[in-house]
């Protein structure tokens, strides 16, 4: 009776499978991590934005008061220096978004390949099953006739 039972099911392609799973691991924590740098800068850009948006006001403020050539000097140079910080800070947010698309592309391919290979364990293991269901029926059919023919003999005699 030992031969009779269904045989272990073993999908040949298992160390594919882990290895697709961990790369797919590692993609979503480069994306993870590409997200948190990409939120970081756009934190950064809006405190940036918002030192420029008050220099600007200050200076509006001051120019209704006495003008001090000096004094305006220092307030431009200092504004020059926020907007170039904020020109600095949009690019580095850019390059975060690109860095963070490129990682999401990067997951999702990771993650179709898993997929291709979840599909076709279903598969081979439907086929499995299917294969153990057909020597089931066989061994029934089998003793079935047994049965037939020897219930014919024993009434023959």
Do not use: P
Not at 29 to 56: D, I, K, Y
Not at 79 to 89: G, L, N, P, V
């Amino acid at each position: 009776q030992e031969g009779d039972r269904m045989k272990r099911f073993r999908f040949s392609l298992q160390a594919v499978a882990v290895l697709r799973a961990h790369h797919e691991l590692k993609a979503r924590e480069a994306f993870a991590a590409a997200v948190q740098a990409h939120r970081q800068t756009e934190e950064n850009l809006s405190q940036v934005r918002g030192r420029v948006t008050a220099f600007e006001t200050d200076l509006a403020a001051r120019r209704k008061q006495r003008f001090s050539a000096a004094d305006e000097a220092q307030t431009l140079g200092a504004y020059r220096q926020e907007c170039s910080a904020e020109a600095e800070a949009e690019k580095v947010m850019h390059a975060a978004r690109a860095v963070m698309q490129q990682r999401r592309a990067d997951y999702l391919d990771a993650h179709r390949k898993v997929e291709v290979v979840k599909r076709l364990e279903v598969k081979a293991r439907t086929r499995h099953r299917l294969a153990g269901l057909r020597e089931e029926q066989a061994i029934f059919d089998d003793t079935a006739g047994y049965r037939f023919v020897t219930r014919r003999a024993a009434l023959s005699v």
